[in-house]
Structure formats: C-alpha cells, structure tokens
T-cell receptor, first 113, second 118 residues
Framework: DSGVTQTPKHLITATGQRVTLRCSPR?????VYWYQQSLDQGLQFLIQ???????AKGNILERFSAQQFPDLHSELNLSSLELGDSALYFC????????????FGNGTRLTVT | AQTVTQSQPEMSVQEAETVTLSCTYD???????LFWYKQPPSRQMILVIR??????QNATENRFSVNFQKAAKSFSLKISDSQLGDAAMYFC???????????????FGKGTKLSVKP
C-alpha cells in the first residue's frame, strides 16, 4: 500500500459529461502529481501541485483542470469528455524536494462511452 | 527537454534465470534521479529501484540491480532469479532536480513488458 488514495476506482460516463477524480496524498507529502496512462500514449504527465499551488504543467488539455486544497488532497476535473479521454488516471505524491520518490495511487479507470 | 527510451517493447525470461531491461535517456543536466517502476496486471505503479546520478555505485534492492553508465546515459535493470511474480510492465523514469519548470516531475519511457516462463 503506497498510502496514496484515489477515488473512484472506476468511472463510466458519456461523451460531453464532466467528472471529478480525487486524490489524497501520503501523510506528510506536499506535492501531488497527476498522470494519464492510455494505450497509445503511455504515461503522460498532466500537472503538479505543491502545497496548494500549481508547480508545473505538462500535456494537460484546456478541458482539464486541477486544484490542491488546504488539506492537501487534490482533484482533477475533466469536462466535455471525449472517447479519447478514456484512460487510467494516476495520482502520485512526494515529499518536498526532487530527491524523494513519487508514490502512486492505484489509479482511476475512466471509460467514456 | 529530457527523453527516456526503452528499446525493448517485450522481453521473456525463464523462471530462476536473469534478465536485463534496457533504458537510455537524454539530458543536459548533471544532477538527476533515475527510477524503475513495475506495473503488474493490477495496474499499480510500484517503485522498484532508484539511482542518484551523482552516485557512481549502482543501486541494488534484493534481486534487482541497475547498471548505471552516466557518460553513456544508460540505466539498465537486472532481475536475478526471476520469479513468476516479476511478470509485469517495467517503466524507466527520469526526474530532474533543477528547481522551477518541471522539477520533480517524472518522465517515463514507453515500458517493457516482461513475461516469466515457468
């Protein structure tokens, strides 16, 4: 058990809809990262937050947004969903600084029909 | 920008044998971290081993060890005494230590699918 909790585990929704994925980092971890894993694109970095502030952005679509709350949990919002958004979405957390490893949650499997 | 390349999409090993997975990376930085993550069919991402670039000694974790060649920008993973539970997708990842920008983010290779034959 990595200590990173992601909910829900599975999500099935229709095109055009909006969903929210939730992540609770490991106790003491200030950084949260979101990754998308699809069959053809591999693991793609979406966005990073550190102690409530956005730290880095990767290949995140404008239809997607995220935030990290004062209690350090994070939410990834996906809107106007398309079939191609079907993927496994991972949240990871780490302590401050680049020398600590990322610990991954079990992911949320999103299926857009 | 940094890139990570895993040139072996699939590998196979006999149980109890040794297998080496390859990884090369491209960077202009001198200080960074390299990781191997394992993703079994359960889809969890499990940290296998990590290597600090400024350390010349190769990291080892039980049956897992790396061959880190900094000048060649190579970071291979050796699995000794392979077990059925080692069957998984293995991802090599790079992490910059430069502050600002994408510091802290992991850059992944495309992965190598390892099969273990009984």
């Amino acid at each position: 058990d990595s200590g990173v909790t992601q909910t829900p585990k599975h999500l099935i929704t229709a095109t055009g809809q909006r969903v929210t994925l939730r992540c609770s980092p490991r106790s003491g971890d200030l950084s949260v990262y979101w990754y998308q894993q699809s069959l053809d694109q591999g693991l793609q970095f979406l966005i990073q937050y550190y102690n409530g502030e956005e730290r880095a952005k990767g290949n995140i679509l404008e239809r997607f947004s995220a935030q990290q709350f004062p209690d350090l949990h994070s939410e990834l919002n996906l809107s106007s969903l398309e079939l191609g958004d079907s993927a496994l979405y991972f949240c990871a957390s780490s302590q401050s600084g680049g020398r600590s490893p990322l610990h991954f949650g079990n992911g949320t499997r999103l299926t857009v029909t | 920008a940094q890139t990570v390349t895993q040139s072996q999409p699939e590998m196979s090993v006999q149980e109890a044998e040794t297998v080496t997975l390859s990884c090369t990376y491209d960077t202009s930085e001198s200080d960074y971290y390299l990781f191997w993550y394992k993703q079994p069919p359960s889809r969890q991402m499990i940290l296998v081993i990590r290597q600090e670039a400024y350390k010349q000694q190769n990291a080892t974790e039980n049956r897992f060890s790396v061959n880190f060649q900094k000048a060649a920008k190579s970071f291979s993973l050796k699995i000794s005494d392979s077990q059925l539970g080692d069957a998984a997708m293995y991802f090599c990842a790079y992490r910059s230590l430069n502050y600002g920008g994408s510091q802290g983010n992991l850059i992944f290779g495309k992965g190598t699918k390892l099969s273990v034959k009984p």
